[in-house]
């Protein structure tokens, strides 16, 4: 489904000595192609080669300006990423990526991740958008999350005591990922005899003008203190005009033995909607890509998930679209009208009401299963936010080629 890069690193590779020897550095053309659909704020991300002795690089689109990327250089090769704002579909755009021997120009990052007392904190803009809490809980979480009008989207219990607010399912973190049944062991709920998440390390803390980036490390520990497997996550903030639009991917490494994922509805990505967005305690609503409204999205299939209300008298939205890579796509939604929010691929017994076949998956020792998920907070409904436009953006990327 994804399309990959086409880019011979033999034929830069030559490029860049031969243009090393003549005294200059080789020019990268990039062509970006709209070809099944049209494309607003993506954030793409490319690999090229870095010639020696350059020390700054610069895209540009063809015969126009400057454009604003990040650019990450390691063992030689550079990533490059940048968001493209707008392009109808059938049309392509021309970049130039160039290298220059001048120091690059320092670039105030526009997405600020920055780390504090047992949180990372991310800002766009200056202004507070999460903070990923990674100590002094049963597992990480991202709380507050702040939507496109300056307001929080998520539930504050338990982590705050907000008065009037819900405070049923204390495990509901506002946003975390963990499962209720991995090797037998509890890890969605919290307390006496429950598995925990507990981080190892940070891989990656990066501010930046496209995309800030958290990439961290952790063990899974059952009740008895034996650790079950680890996990690799990576959450992207990117720096758009319109909402707020993160990707989630985490990878369940079974570093231990085998790691059987139980069929169980309580898992897996999740998130607790603010009160005010909820069907049964505000006047929200919840719609699928199957046209699947409120309750009736319970335990159903689907590419993606909209959940919609009002806070602060404006209509907020918060999407979340399944990968067409991950595992058992299109997920199951374990989406409640009282502001559960979670995508499971898992639980098939409970979502279907049948014994047989089971949602239980077994990663063998050694191997590994990737989760991705893109969340999209919005102003108005799943309809004015257009989540099926943005959904096929997702799913069918631009075709990008570098020559």
Not at 172 to 187: A, C, I, K, L
Request: with cysteine.
């Amino acid at each position: 489904m994804r399309r990959l890069v086409v880019l011979s690193v033999a034929a830069c590779c030559l490029a860049a000595a031969k243009c090393q020897a003549a005294g200059t550095f080789p020019t990268y053309p990039i062509t970006v192609r709209a070809a099944e659909t049209g494309y607003t704020e993506v954030p793409l991300s490319r690999t090229c080669v870095w010639p020696p002795g350059a020390r700054s690089l610069h895209l540009w689109e063809a015969g126009g300006k400057e454009v604003p990327c990040d650019v990450d250089m390691s063992d030689g090769m550079c990533g490059i990423t940048w968001i493209l704002r707008e392009l109808p579909k059938g049309a392509s755009r021309k970049y130039l990526v160039k290298f220059s021997d001048s120091p690059p120009r320092r670039q105030a990052p526009a997405v600020r991740v920055f780390h504090w007392q047992g949180a990372v904190e991310v800002s766009i803009d200056g202004g507070l958008f999460t903070r990923y809490y990674f100590a002094g809980a049963p597992k990480p979480y991202c709380w507050p999350i702040i939507g496109p009008t300056g307001k929080p989207v998520t539930r504050a219990f338990p982590m705050e005591k907000v008065e009037g607010e819900s405070k049923d399912h204390p495990h509901h973190r506002s946003m975390w990922f963990t499962h209720g049944s991995v090797n037998g062991q509890d890890f969605w709920s919290e307390g006496d005899g429950k598995g925990k998440t507990v981080h190892r390390k940070f891989e990656a803390l990066d501010s930046a003008y496209a995309v800030g980036r958290i990439r961290e490390r952790n063990d899974w520990i059952a009740a008895d203190g034996k650790k079950v497997c680890e996990d690799v996550r990576d959450l992207r903030v990117y720096n758009v005009n319109k909402g707020r639009l993160m990707d989630f991917e985490v990878t369940l490494l079974a570093t231990e033995g085998p790691v059987t994922m139980g069929d169980t509805k309580e898992g897996m990505f999740g998130m607790r909607i603010a009160d005010s967005m909820t069907v049964v305690r505000g006047s929200g609503h919840i719609l699928n890509s199957e046209g699947q409204r409120d309750k009736d999205t319970w335990g159903k299939r689907a590419n993606w998930c909209d959940y919609w209300g009002p806070v602060d008298g404006k209509t907020v939205g918060i999407a979340i679209l399944d990968h067409p890579d991950n595992f058992r796509h299109p997920t199951y939604w374990h989406v409640r009208d009282y502001g559960l929010f979670a995508a499971n691929p898992f639980g098939v017994h409970d979502f279907l009401g049948q014994k047989e076949p089971t949602g239980e998956y077994t990663i063998p020792k050694g191997g590994s299963l990737t989760f991705r998920y893109r969340i999209y907070i919005h102003e108005g409904d799943a309809q004015q936010a257009d989540i099926a436009s943005l959904y096929e953006q997702y799913a069918h990327p631009p075709v990008v080629r570098i020559y």
